[in-house]
């Protein structure tokens, strides 16, 4: 046990964000445990590359939704490959852009399954552990969306503002016995052939080549952040940041009132 390295577990682990976050801290020294819903093969190609890099990773098919999966994915992990030192929470909950009539009650609770309960059940399982341990963080990744509520985005809206006060409570509960919770609004597009790649799909280049140069959030650049949240020393704990390109206006600045905004 003593000589087991600490393990980084991940939920929510396309080729974006939690792809590359999870190489980061495997590049660190943890064992990385990658989850997602599909794509095995894509799955795979993640724990290659960080094997082939000198790190540790295994990956698990996960869905999410399904009642007992998250739980038993941490039994299975602290079973088998050890202490969960840090959890990501990196599950999108954008169920598209939809008018209130045309969002269905289950498409609408499937946000916040995937939004909020989610992380819920995560730490309902995983914070007693941590606190045994008296150590811990849980990273969550969340969106502009969670502070800011627009046209067509009632689920989406709903489940990560609710994401963010979820990550607050538990942040209050949690910091005094130990374990660091930081919600990360990530304000603007990412390069990740995931999420935003599939949903522009052949139109996704030259989307990136209008932002310009830095324009879009690099995956990469952005697990530094993952990772300096995850060893912060807990008299300079952050709980919330928010990041996004040199080129994107703040979320709370974006409509500036052009009578008003003027030198």
Same mark, same amino acid.
């Given at each position: 046990?003593?000589?087991?390295?600490?393990?980084?577990?991940?939920?929510?682990?396309?080729?974006?964000?939690?792809?590359?976050? @999870?190489?980061?801290? @495997?590049?660190?020294?943890?064992?990385?445990?990658?989850?997602?819903?599909?794509?095995?093969?894509?799955?795979?190609?993640?724990?290659?590359?960080?094997?082939? @890099?000198?790190?540790? @990773?295994?990956?698990?098919?996960?869905?999410?939704?399904?009642?007992?999966?998250?739980?038993?994915?941490?039994?299975?992990?602290?079973?088998?490959?050890?202490?969960?030192?840090?959890?990501?929470?990196?599950?999108?909950?954008?169920?598209?852009?939809?008018?209130?009539?045309?969002?269905?009650?289950?498409?609408?609770?499937?946000?916040?399954?995937?939004?909020?309960?989610?992380?819920?059940?995560?730490?309902?399982?995983?914070?007693?552990?941590?606190?045994?341990?008296?150590?811990?963080?849980?990273?969550?990744?969340?969106?502009?969306?969670?502070?800011?509520?627009?046209?067509?985005?009632?689920?989406?809206?709903?489940?990560?503002?609710?994401?963010?006060?979820?990550?607050?409570?538990?942040?209050?509960?949690?910091?005094?016995?130990?374990?660091?919770?930081?919600?990360?609004?990530?304000?603007?597009?990412?390069?990740?052939?995931?999420?935003?790649?599939?949903?522009?799909?052949?139109?996704?280049?030259?989307?990136?080549?209008?932002?310009?140069?830095?324009?879009?959030?690099?995956?990469?650049?952005?697990?530094?952040?993952?990772?300096?949240?995850?060893?912060?020393?807990?008299?300079?704990?952050?709980?919330?940041?928010?990041?996004?390109?040199?080129?994107?206006?703040?979320?709370?600045?974006?409509?500036?009132?052009?009578?008003?905004?003027?030198?």
């Amino acid at each position: 046990m003593a000589d087991r390295k600490p393990v980084f577990l991940v939920i929510g682990a396309g080729a974006g964000i939690g792809g590359h976050v @999870a190489k980061r801290f @495997a590049e660190g020294g943890y064992h990385a445990v990658l989850a997602r819903r599909s794509d095995e093969a894509g799955l795979q190609k993640l724990v290659d590359q960080i094997g082939d @890099a000198g790190g540790e @990773a295994s990956g698990r098919l996960l869905d999410a939704a399904e009642d007992g999966s998250i739980e038993d994915l941490v039994e299975q992990v602290e079973g088998e490959i050890g202490p969960i030192h840090c959890a990501m929470y990196n599950l999108g909950a954008q169920i598209g852009n939809r008018t209130l009539p045309n969002t269905p009650h289950k498409t609408f609770e499937l946000g916040w399954r995937l939004g909020t309960f989610g992380l819920f059940r995560l730490a309902h399982v995983l914070t007693p552990r941590m606190v045994e341990r008296g150590t811990g963080s849980l990273l969550v990744t969340s969106a502009t969306a969670a502070v800011r509520g627009n046209s067509g985005q009632h689920s989406h809206a709903a489940a990560m503002g609710g994401r963010r006060m979820l990550c607050q409570t538990l942040n209050a509960e949690f910091a005094p016995q130990g374990v660091h919770v930081a919600h990360v609004v990530v304000d603007g597009s990412v390069d990740a052939p995931d999420t935003l790649g599939k949903l522009l799909g052949d139109q996704f280049e030259a989307y990136k080549a209008s932002k310009g140069d830095d324009g879009v959030i690099d995956p990469a650049a952005l697990a530094e952040t993952y990772w300096h949240l995850a060893h912060q020393p807990r008299n300079c704990w952050t709980h919330e940041v928010d990041v996004r390109p040199w080129t994107d206006v703040p979320w709370w600045n974006d409509n500036p009132i052009v009578a008003i905004d003027r030198d």
